[in-house]
C-alpha cells in the first residue's frame, strides 16, 4: 500500500510527468493506492472536482483515524515544533495516519521532510 498526498494527487490528474505520478499511476494500477482522511479532505475541497473524480476517490481505500489518533499528532507536531521544524497541521496529520497504518507517503511537498528528523515513516519525495 502507498498514501498519496495532494501535491502528488495534483500532479498527476493534470498529467504531470515525474517519479511521484509514476508511482502513482502504478499504485492505482495495483490497486494499492490509499488516501489520509485529511489527503481526502483537500482534494474535496476543490470546488471543481468533477461528480465522476469524487465518486473515483471515495472508491479508494481511506486510513482509519485510530484510538489516541488526535494526542499522536499533537505530540508529533510538539517535537517538530520544538526543535523548530515547519509542521503544519495538515502535514502532522497526514504523517501520524501513515504511522499509525504503516504504510510509505509519495508526495512533492518538500515540508514532509522534516517529520523524517523526529518520527520514522517512508517518504517517497519528488521536488
Request: hydrophobic share 45%.
Amino acid at each position: 500500500m502507498l498514501a498519496i498526498d495532494s501535491s502528488s494527487w495534483i500532479a498527476y490528474l493534470q498529467g504531470e510527468q515525474g517519479s511521484d505520478t509514476d508511482l502513482v499511476e502504478q499504485t492505482l494500477k495495483d490497486r494499492q493506492g490509499v488516501l489520509p482522511p485529511v489527503v481526502l479532505s483537500e482534494l474535496f475541497s476543490d470546488p471543481n472536482l468533477s461528480d465522476d473524480l469524487r465518486s473515483y476517490l471515495l472508491d479508494l481505500p481511506l486510513l482509519i483515524i485510530q484510538a489516541g489518533y488526535w494526542e499522536r499528532v499533537g505530540s508529533l507536531r510538539a517535537k517538530m515544533l520544538e526543535k523548530k521544524l515547519k509542521a503544519k497541521l495538515a502535514d502532522s496529520m497526514i504523517v501520524q495516519s501513515c504511522v499509525d497504518h504503516g504504510v510509505p507517503l509519495v508526495s512533492r511537498d518538500l515540508d514532509f521532510k522534516n517529520f523524517l528528523k523526529v518520527t520514522k515513516f517512508t517518504l517517497f519525495i519528488t521536488p
